[in-house]
């Protein structure tokens, strides 16, 4: 898996590899007890024919109640994630997000205006604001293990805190909702900066931007 | 007296085109689905091919294409038509000692609309593809230019009337037409799965109707039901499509469970474990399946802990999946297994495959992984566990295991087997890298993709072209031994069932006698040295 910039991408991955885990157990269980079934009793002189059973009620009571206890053990440890995932902290940056056929659109609290150049300070809360201006799009952050579609006329969020090591690396923010010929190469760049490069970049993007919309 | 027995002479017209005989429908929808599982699996190939290179080797529009005829035909053309219709028709009559369907022009109507639907999908293939996928999401799919979605939304349409007819014709055939003493605990399987599915079908197919109905009308007439911009919301339209399509998954699997509970038991020569625990827990499926679709939406636009009672059900409805598991497993224990070749397709092929479509489907379905996996190729990998290991693994057994019935006839074995291997080798080798390209962030859908994609996706392909390979093998070898194969018995495998007490090919009015049946169709076998041809149980006898 690719790296995983966010505390809260971090435990996420542990919650998988926990699942992985238990259903890895059941897999090979049930592979083996497959595939030694039908060597152990495969038909020979001596097998003809197969024992007269019809069913046993505990062992249906058993593994009726197994697998339920389990799966809903993983379902109800999975909502203290959700939670987490989905109550912003206090206030974030919030950074706009738009989608469009066929490019990402970002708008910084400034006024600063980007088209697939995502930057994000490093060690703050930072929401992404999610909007589409045409047809539905997947704002997809692999990095972060998260996304939320890109819908017309509704606004979708999450947020993340990405840790300071990452300072300095660009990493891939694909449109993962079929969006039309150009969806494949919808893909901006996200790239992690130090708050104090962040600051920079964005006064230096606001002279620019100011200079060449009053040069027009 | 010779003269009297053979059956009339009659042109072809007569024989097939007016036929209202449930066989020879079940046979028509056999053969029109698998000559459409050809052309859906070309385009599987497509799509494979395009990716052998990141950069595609196709257009996007053209790629796009494909993968929307690819998804549309096995779905609709193939997969559902073949277990209910063919299946399901072919031996619903037989299982419960019936004469026909209940409704048998209905039963007719049923396929000629299957037909027609069909080959308004092969005009788009003249007049435009659809390019929307198969679930054809707006804005997108209102905004598509050209005949494509409307051709599609037509089939669509048609393809779900079809199942509406055929659902309401099951549903009275097996309430209303079941032989003297067939107690429902006493039907197949078989019949108590399409029992389910005919429900689940009569109830999800009118909101896919809806769904398909309002988005014409958006691109036509003015409406403006997706439109955001003028008060509407396109989430209306995923919650219609998938309160069908997911309930949808399960008329894709559930008569296919019903297979391999006949398969299991004839070849391991043991009755099947726990009758009552396979027959509900169907039930469970086609109750709970109405209340898990917005597990398709976590990332929709709902707000996230709305998707938490979603991921709560659809959690529970992998515990009446984990319990037929578990039943087929047991009924493997102790038995005395033989190798057939269907018996190869249900065990190793379909269970050993469709186990890990089941079990990435609890991955995907806990929200927190969602949050990551969600429009990957994990989700990629996961339906093709599901509908390839799954669906089309037991259409496979069940094709291998009915051939002698239907045709009086058996196929090469050596084929049989070679084929099984090469299907069996391809899934896990065209489906098991798409888990890995999904975790490593690849989304699904696209045309050209990062070079750091390109090894798992070229291994991919290669087993894609194994799957192909194993097809035209499977056709070419059913197609040549229904003409030329070895001539068998009328029961050649020993099973219990109904229509193995008949003639191979049955006779058009099914059994001379009305038989009478004293209990299921999974008896323990006799000791080989106390009768060396066992009989079935349920003996037809005259009343």
Redesign the interface.
């Known amino acids: 898996?690719?790296a995983a910039l966010t505390h809260m991408?971090q435990s996420?991955d542990g919650?998988?590899y926990w699942?992985?885990g238990v259903?890895t157990f059941?897999?090979v269980l049930?592979?083996v007890?497959?595939?030694g079934?039908?060597v152990r009793?495969?038909?020979?002189k001596q097998?003809?024919?197969?024992?007269?059973?019809?069913?046993?009620n505990k062992?249906?009571i058993l593994?009726?109640l197994i697998?339920?206890l389990i799966?809903?053990a993983?379902?109800?440890f999975?909502?203290k994630?959700?939670?987490a995932?989905?109550i912003a902290p206090a206030k974030p940056v919030v950074i706009q997000v738009i989608g469009h056929e066929w490019q990402w659109e970002f708008k910084y609290p400034n006024g600063v205006d980007t088209v697939n150049d995502l930057r994000v300070p490093a060690g703050q809360n930072v929401l992404f604001d999610i909007t589409s201006a045409?047809?539905?799009h997947?704002f997809?952050i692999?990095?972060v293990?998260?996304?939320?579609?890109a819908?017309?006329?509704?606004r979708?969020q999450?947020w993340v805190n990405v840790e300071s090591q990452f300072v300095g690396q660009t990493f891939?923010v694909?449109?993962?909702?079929?969006?039309?010929?150009?969806?494949?190469?919808m893909v901006a760049k996200m790239q992690v900066m130090s708050p104090a490069a962040y600051q920079s970049w964005l006064q230096t993007e606001k002279q620019q931007q100011n200079s060449t919309s009053s040069n027009s | 007296m010779e003269a009297a027995l053979k059956p009339p002479r009659r042109s072809f017209v007569r024989e097939w085109i007016l036929t209202v005989d449930h066989k020879k429908i079940g046979i028509m929808y056999g053969v029109t689905a698998l000559f459409f599982f050809l052309l859906g699996g070309l385009f599987a190939l497509l799509v494979r091919t395009d990716l052998l290179s990141y950069k595609g080797l196709f257009t996007a529009q053209s790629y796009n294409e494909f993968f929307t005829m690819h998804a549309t035909i096995m779905i609709f053309a193939v997969i559902i038509p073949l277990l209910t219709g063919a299946f399901g028709n072919y031996l619903v009559p037989l299982h419960i000692g019936a004469r026909d369907m209940a409704f048998p022009r209905m039963n007719a109507l049923s396929y000629w609309l299957y037909l027609v639907s069909g080959i308004i999908l092969l005009l788009s293939m003249v007049f435009g593809m659809p390019d929307a996928g198969w679930t054809s999401y707006p804005p997108y799919s209102v905004q598509s230019h050209g005949p494509g979605i409307d051709l599609w939304v037509m089939a669509i349409h048609l393809s779900g009337l079809s199942s509406i007819l055929g659902a309401i014709n099951f549903i009275v055939t097996i309430h209303k037409m079941r032989a003297p003493g067939m107690t429902y605990t006493r039907m197949s399987l078989f019949t108590w799965s399409m029992l389910v599915t005919a429900y689940m079908q009569l109830f999800g197919t009118p909101a896919l109707a809806g769904a398909i109905t309002t988005l014409i009308s958006d691109r036509h007439f003015g409406t403006v039901f997706y439109n955001s911009a003028q008060g509407g919301d396109p989430m209306l339209y995923q919650h219609l499509f998938w309160f069908y399509s997911h309930p949808a998954v399960y008329i894709m699997i559930l008569p296919g469970f019903g297979i391999i509970s006949e398969v299991l038991p004839v070849f391991a020569r043991k009755p099947i474990f726990g009758y009552h625990a396979i027959a509900y827990s169907s039930v469970a499926i086609g109750f709970l399946g109405f209340f898990v679709w917005a597990h398709h939406m976590f990332v929709a636009g709902m707000a996230m802990s709305t998707g938490i009672p979603f991921m709560i059900s659809s959690m529970i409805i992998a515990v009446p999946t984990s319990v037929k598991i578990f039943n087929w497993l047991a009924t493997l224990w102790s038995g005395s297994v033989e190798y057939t070749v269907p018996m190869m397709f249900a065990s190793l092929g379909f269970i050993g495959s469709f186990i890990i479509g089941g079990f990435s489907g609890v991955i995907v379905a806990a929200v927190p992984l969602d949050m990551n996996l969600h429009d990957t190729y994990f989700i990629v990998a996961h339906i093709h566990y599901v509908l390839f290991g799954g669906s089309v693994m037991t259409i496979m057994a069940g094709l291998h295991f009915w051939f002698p019935k239907v045709t009086g006839r058996m196929y090469n074995t050596k084929l049989g087997y070679l084929s099984f291997w090469l299907y069996f080798i391809g899934t896990q080798v065209a489906f098991f890298p798409m888990h890995f390209l999904g975790l490593a962030g690849m989304p699904r859908r696209i045309a050209s993709y990062n070079p750091i994609f390109q090894f798992w996706n070229d291994v991919s392909t290669i087993g894609a072209y194994m799957l192909g390979l194993g097809t035209l093998v499977i056709v070419s070898n059913l197609l040549y031994s229904a003409k030329r194969g070895r001539k068998v018995a009328a029961n050649p495998w020993g099973a219990q069932t109904l229509e193995w007490t008949i003639s191979s090919p049955p006779p058009e009015h099914n059994f001379d006698d009305l038989p009478v049946v004293s209990s299921n169709p999974y008896q323990p076998y006799p000791e080989p040295n106390a009768n060396p041809n066992p009989t079935p149980s349920p003996t037809p006898a005259p009343v």
Not at chain 1, 145 to 149: P, S, T
Request: aromatic share 12%; proline share 9%; with cysteine.
């Open positions: 898996m690719p991408s996420v919650l998988f699942v992985l259903i059941f897999f049930v592979e007890l497959l595939v079934f039908l009793y495969r038909r020979t097998n003809l024919v197969g024992a007269a059973v019809h069913g046993n062992l249906e593994w009726t697998p339920a799966l809903v993983i379902g109800v999975s909502v994630y959700v939670y995932d989905q045409d047809v539905i997947g997809d692999p990095a293990r998260l996304q939320q579609d819908v017309p006329g509704r979708t999450f891939d694909p449109c993962d909702q079929f969006c039309g010929p150009g969806h494949p190469t």
